[in-house]
């Protein structure tokens, strides 16, 4: 770049050159300079939430007379751009960065102070509106990034929530529609007793809910905000009721519910209210790797493997097998939930990883939370709308299984007894034969005895025994019906 292209700004260590275009200032660009990382840049809700908050502490400070109109109605317009997206190219700061977050807190300040400036009819770089005195009053990075976190997660709690919602909902309506179909149970990947689709589509979605509902109960903590503590905890250099005036405004700003901190220090200190969140979507996907691994069982083959049900072909699935079809839905649901797991290891090392009044691993925390929630989203949003609702199920080959299955002897425990069940499962599988052949032939030969009674039994008990494949699926004991 030449001479022309740059301008020159100062800050406490002395002058930077900047781009002569760039709404950020000297102290983004040593960081720029400093850590040129990854490659990344800041996820917008992290660049949206800043936004909100410099937005919040202009109102506030206008309102409480710290700040005049002029320069708190500049912030405020320019805030309001960041946070609609117009300078997102200005946010140029790697995660990986300085620790607490100092260099996005002030590409933040920077970015809101130049273009105010230039809305008030100067120049960039030459502030009328300062990006620390102005831009950041009453704020330190070590309340403004941990405020930024938690609004910045509650931004996109409703995508998230609305994105498990929707996957639950398909889940039960397959569960409906493969309700009246009875197939093999297995546990330990071996046959047991017979299940019906449905209620293994019931189960997934009831997993589903219960992960949605661990999330909204996590996300109670994420409310409580420390804006205000400054530098830490102490509320040093804010107004009394600065604390409790941005926690109203940002409510107000953004729609959403935020409580005041009952201790601005822990607020500061602890990182334990993001990292329960986190460990909640963790948990939401050790349930969707579970699933997506039935979906791949299920769907396997078509003609070695299980083929219960028909995951929609929406790709061909190789370059040199002509007509292959793979779980490709699940098998990307899979690499999103480890990548997902990943994140969150990484924010609970951070977690644990402060000292004193302050975790200066906060800003890789919001990176991988914020990369957490945008995979989820968009992995489950793909897999329900291009996997779930387009699932068929097999039935000729799901009850042809069962068909075969020597477990269903289960249904004779009561009559015949677990050891002669045993037996029976034993000479099934070695004449390869169906158990109803097996027991009905022993029964004719009267070979059969009650376990209790010692009395042959029919072939009639047998059939009977085994006849409602279905009401095995229902649970209780054969013959007895409940009441009283």
């Not at 330190?140 to 995508?159: F, H, K, M, Q, Y």
């Not at 020597?406 to 009561?414: R, Y």
């Amino acid at each position: 770049m030449t001479d022309s292209e740059w301008r020159v700004e100062k800050d406490s260590l002395g002058e930077v050159k900047v781009p002569a275009q760039a709404l950020y200032g000297a102290q983004t660009q040593r960081a720029v300079l400093n850590f040129p990382v990854s490659g990344l840049r800041p996820w917008r809700a992290f660049i949206w939430s800043m936004a909100v908050i410099k937005r919040a502490a202009a109102d506030v400070h206008r309102d409480l007379g710290l700040l005049d109109a002029e320069r708190a109605g500049a912030i405020v317009t320019a805030a309001a751009e960041v946070m609609d997206g117009k300078w997102d190219n200005q946010f140029v700061v790697d995660p990986f960065q300085a620790g607490a977050g100092t260099s996005h807190n002030m590409n933040t300040n920077e970015v809101l102070a130049n273009r105010a400036t230039l809305l008030l009819g100067g120049e960039l770089g030459k502030y009328k509106v300062n990006p620390n005195d102005h831009v950041n009053m009453s704020q330190s990075t070590n309340d403004c990034i941990p405020t930024a976190i938690r609004v910045g997660c509650l931004w996109r709690l409703d995508e998230l929530l609305a994105a498990v919602d929707h996957l639950a909902a398909e889940l039960r309506v397959k569960a409906a529609e493969f309700d009246d179909i009875v197939k093999s149970g297995r546990t330990h990947l071996q046959d047991a007793v017979p299940v019906r689709l449905g209620q293994e589509f019931g189960a997934y979605a009831r997993a589903v809910e219960r992960d949605g509902e661990r999330i909204r109960q996590a996300a109670e903590g994420v409310r409580r905000l420390g804006i205000g503590g400054t530098a830490t905890g102490s509320g040093l250099n804010a107004h009394p009721e600065y604390h409790a005036r941005m926690v109203r405004r940002l409510s107000e700003l953004t729609g959403l519910t935020f409580y005041e901190s009952d201790d601005l220090f822990e607020s500061m200190q602890s990182m334990a209210d993001i990292a329960a969140f986190s460990g909640a979507m963790r948990t939401l996907a050790i349930t969707l790797t579970r699933v997506a691994n039935d979906f791949r069982l299920l769907a396997s083959g078509p003609s070695t493997g299980l083929d219960e049900i028909r995951l929609p072909p929406v790709q061909p699935g190789s370059s040199i097998m002509p007509g292959k079809v793979n779980p490709v839905l699940a098998e990307m649901l899979n690499m999103a939930m480890f990548h997902m797991m990943g994140c969150d290891t990484t924010i609970t090392l951070a977690a644990q990883a402060g000292q004193l009044e302050l975790n200066v691993m906060m800003p890789i925390i919001a990176h991988n939370l914020f990369e957490a929630m945008q995979v989820m989203i968009g992995s489950l949003n793909a897999f329900t709308d291009k996997c779930v609702v387009g699932i068929v199920a097999n039935r000729e080959k799901a009850e042809g299984w069962l068909g075969r299955n020597a477990i269903v002897v289960t249904a004779l425990n009561p009559i015949i007894g677990y050891a002669a069940g045993a037996a029976l499962v034993k000479e099934a599988l070695a004449r390869n034969v169906t158990i109803r052949e097996v027991a009905v032939e022993k029964a004719e030969r009267g070979e059969l005895l009650h376990r209790d009674t010692g009395r042959p039994v029919t072939a009639a008990e047998v059939e009977a025994g085994l006849a409602d494949l279905r009401g095995l699926t229902e649970g209780g004991i054969a013959g007895v019906s409940g009441g009283g």
